[in-house]
């Protein structure tokens, strides 16, 4: 039986193999489903000594519920980790204010560069350069702007380096190229530069409120302004470094004698060779993913430039993982703490070296498509969090259920009608790969994002500085 502990909070109370209570941050209009409960039960299961909460946007996925953050000091688990190794986000601003664009041909020039859509290709690089990438991140950016004729044509020094700065650990983790299967190599050769598939996205916005002038000054943000926001993540390389690790895990517990609740739970030891072995390859697709995102965010700017002037400023404000595990501190405690659909928000005393000292860290958190985008940043009050909050405003309904379309194409009724679908998306421009299956993410699949950033700010894990309007959504 939950326990309500205040109108932002929710305790799941010890019971059966759990070793410790589990934390939701949820109010009385966020839905809480069995499934993503039972996951979160589980977790709570697998180590005493580990931490386990549940952000607003908390709904099933695989293993653990997503929204998931769970905090160890003695294990590494690919599936708290998820498929999609550092899925995130990059958002631009610009000094464009809304009737000076043309959101149209914007938006159909960067679908152009840009390919929508699973089993995509883009970018391709060569062995030497894809291990640069794996090991170093955006660091190894130069050694690859040659590899692409667009890409070489709007890479700019300068604005590399500050690119580089406003990246969550800098676009850089430690990676292990050599951790890292043949197979998962040859699937991310040739796919920087593509979004992908399900909810990912890049979204032309408009800020259409501003609730802190102050950090919004800071972050360069301005009621009227256009900007842009892509969310992405490691492509078939992470899925692949996913899928190869979460078998070796289920094979090393299984060896170990260790019983866990679900064996999608199954982890590595951190001082293992296996664990290890999986922290340099997850490491290693979480570089990927930076400079997939990165090599995006350089396409939407030269076909921005194409038509206001290639000295049009278009600075990131900031690039931030969801899908990750980080050795962190918290209470005199080294953990490894995974975020699972989970974003990190630190405050602005962690933010050393950063520009965002004074401000805290700026968390991006999208709605669903066609609904608002926000902007916050990171406060102390979010240490009991662990400095985390949601990802996204987190599904409501399965994708099957939303769309109609199930697996091999499979068709059902459709929880969500045309009519109602079209409702939702007035005044959006839509352009996507796949008409049969967009209902997937429509608005109404997906928990209200408003209702979400209500527990986010009302519980302290960080400060609403903006809210950002689509206008134009490219999807897969």
């Known amino acids: 039986m939950l326990q309500r502990i205040d109108p932002y909070r929710v305790k799941v109370p010890r019971e059966g193999g759990m070793h410790r209570d589990a934390l939701i941050y ?13 996951q979160l039960r589980n977790a709570a299961s697998l180590d005493p000594e580990a ?8 709904h099933s996925g695989y293993g653990v519920p997503i929204g998931c953050v769970l905090a160890t000091p003695n294990f590494i688990s690919p599936c708290a980790v998820g498929y ?7 958002m631009l601003t610009t000094p464009l ?8 041909a914007i938006a159909q020039s960067i679908r152009r560069d840009i390919p929508l859509g699973e089993g995509k290709h883009n970018v391709s690089v060569s062995q030497k350069q894809l291990d640069a990438v794996l090991e170093k991140g955006l660091a190894a950016v130069p050694e690859i702007v040659g590899a692409h004729a667009r890409l070489e044509e709007a890479f700019d020094e300068e604005e590399f380096a500050r690119d ?3 990246a969550e650990d800098q676009g850089s983790m430690k990676g292990d190229p050599d951790a890292v299967s043949r197979h998962a190599k040859e699937r991310g050769r040739d796919q920087l530069g593509t979004l992908g598939g399900g909810n990912h996205f890049i979204e032309i916005q408009v800020v259409d409120e501003v609730y802190d002038s102050e950090r919004a000054k800071a972050f360069g943000l301005w009621r009227g302004q256009i900007t842009f926001m892509i969310h992405s993540g490691s492509r078939g390389l992470g899925h692949q470094v996913a899928d190869d690790y979460m078998r070796s895990a289920r094979q090393w517990i299984e060896k170990q004698g260790i019983f866990v609740p679900d064996r999608d739970l199954a982890y590595f030891g951190v001082q293992t060779k296996q664990g290890r ?3 340099g390859a997850m490491q290693a697709a979480a570089n990927f993913a930076f400079v997939n995102r990165y090599v995006m965010a350089e396409l939407i700017r030269r076909n921005v430039r194409h038509y206001y002037g290639k000295e ?3 600075p990131c404000l900031y690039d931030v993982p969801h899908n990750i595990a980080k050795l962190e501190e918290h209470g005199g405690v080294r953990y490894w703490v995974h975020r699972k659909g989970a974003t990190r928000a630190f405050p602005g005393e962690l933010m050393e070296g950063t520009e965002y000292v004074g401000t805290g860290q700026p968390v991006l958190i999208p709605g669903s498509m066609g609904t608002a985008s926000y902007v916050l940043a990171g406060t102390r009050s979010g240490e009991e969090a662990l400095y985390s909050v949601n990802h996204g405003a987190g599904r409501k309904m399965s994708r099957t259920a939303a769309s109609g379309v199930g697996r091999h194409g499979a068709k059902h009724e459709a929880a969500i009608s045309d009519e109602e679908f079209r409702r939702s998306m007035e005044g959006v421009l839509l352009l996507c790969e796949d008409r049969r299956t967009i209902k997937a993410e429509a608005p109404g ?5 408003d209702d979400v950033i209500a527990v986010v700010s009302g519980a302290g894990l960080a400060l609403p500085v903006a809210r950002l309007r689509p206008l134009a959504v490219l999807k897969g």
């Open 26 to 38: 949820a109010n009385e209009a966020i839905t809480i489903e069995e499934e993503a409960l039972r």
């Open 51 to 58: 931490i386990v909460l549940a952000t607003p946007d908390i």
């Open 84 to 90: 999609d190794i550092n899925c995130g986000m990059r």
């Open 97 to 104: 204010r809304r009737g000076e664009v043309d959101i149209s």
């Open 164 to 166: 580089v700065i406003c």
């Open 277 to 279: 072995d999986y922290i």
């Open 312 to 314: 049009l400023a278009m």
């Open 445 to 449: 699949a997906y928990k209200d994002i």
